[in-house]
C-alpha cells in the first residue's frame, strides 16, 4: 500500500548556500527510497536553462519538482518492470537523425553538444527518460491512440493554420565537421553548383553528382513536403518562391547548406501530415494523462524535501 502524503519540508540555518554546491554535496531531497543530491540538481539546472547558476534560490523550485517527478517515473516503471534498453534510445536517435537527415552519428553527436551543450551520454539519458514516460503512461497508466477521424477533424478546424506542402527537388551539401574550413569548403560548392544551375546545366544531374541527400539518386527529388515539417530557415525561404522551376538561394540549414528547385505547391492535405496530427493528438492526451497521473502519485508518496525556500511550483 502506497503511504499517504508526508512532504516535510526542512530549513537548515546553518546549511551552506545553494550557490555554493561545489563545496558540499548534499542530500537536497528523498522520494520514497530514492535520494536527490545538490549536484543533479545543479546539473539538472544547467541542462534546462542553459545558466550556469540561478540568481535566485526560488529558480530552483520547478527544477526540483522535476527531479522529484523523474524519481516517481522510475519507481512506478520499476514496479511495473518497465525497461528502455540503449538498444531502444538508440533505434529513436537515429529515427531523429534520419529525419533531419543527419548524415552520421559523430554530426548528430557534434550538433548535441554546440547547440544543447550537454554530453551525448546525457542526452542518452534525456531521451530514455521521454521514452520511459511516454511507455508508463502508455501501459500503466492506459492513453488509447487517437483515431483517424479525430485527427481528420482537427485537420479541417485547424486547416488554414497548416499552409501550403511543396513539391521539391534540392542539392544538399555537409561539412565533414565543425570545422571553419570544412564550413567553408561546403560553402563555396554549394554555391558552385547554384551558379551552374543558373548558367543553364541540369539540377537534376548536378544532384546525382553532388548532393549528399538520400534523393540524390533521383535527381535530388523529395516528393510532397509540408512546410510545417521542413527546417525553419528552409521553410522562410520556399515559402516566398512561388514559379515552378524556380532555384532558391542557398540556404544554412542545421545540418549543411542547400538548394531547392520548386516544382509545384498546394493546400498541405491530410494524408501529408496525417501522422504528424495523430502523434500530436497522441502527445497532447498522453501530457494531460501523465499531469493528473503525477499529482496523485506524488500525494501517496513520502517526500521528504530539505531545500532553502521552497515551495512546490
Known sequence: MKKKLCIIIVTIVTAVPVFAW???DRVIAVVNDTAIIQSELMRRYQIV???????????????????????LIEQEAREQAIIISDEKVMTHIHNIMKSQKIPSLDVFKKMVEEKEGISFEEYKEEIRQSLLTEMLVSLAIGVSPP??????????????????????????????????A?????????????????????FEKLASQYSEDPGAKNGGDI???????????????????????EISTVIKTQTGYTIVKLIDSRPTSFETVQDRILN?????????QFKKWIVTRRAQSDIKIYLENYRQS
Open 22 to 24: 561545489e563545496t558540499f
Open 49 to 71: 536553462t542553459k545558466k550556469q547558476t540561478p540568481k535566485k534560490p526560488e529558480e530552483l523550485n520547478s527544477i526540483l519538482d522535476n527531479l522529484i517527478e523523474r524519481a
Open 147 to 180: 483515431s483517424r477521424d479525430e485527427a481528420y477533424q482537427w485537420y479541417k478546424e485547424n486547416k488554414n493554420k497548416l499552409g501550403n506542402e511543396v513539391h521539391i527537388k534540392q542539392i544538399v551539401i555537409r561539412p565533414k565537421n565543425s570545422s571553419f
Open 182 to 202: 570544412e564550413e567553408k569548403r561546403a560553402n563555396e560548392l554549394i554555391n558552385q553548383i547554384r551558379d551552374r544551375i543558373l548558367k543553364g546545366e541540369s
Open 223 to 245: 516528393g510532397w513536403i509540408a512546410l510545417a515539417e521542413m527546417d525553419p530557415y528552409m521553410a522562410n525561404t520556399v515559402f516566398r518562391m512561388k514559379k515552378p522551376g
Open 280 to 288: 500530436m493528438l497522441y502527445q497532447r492526451n498522453m501530457g494531460e
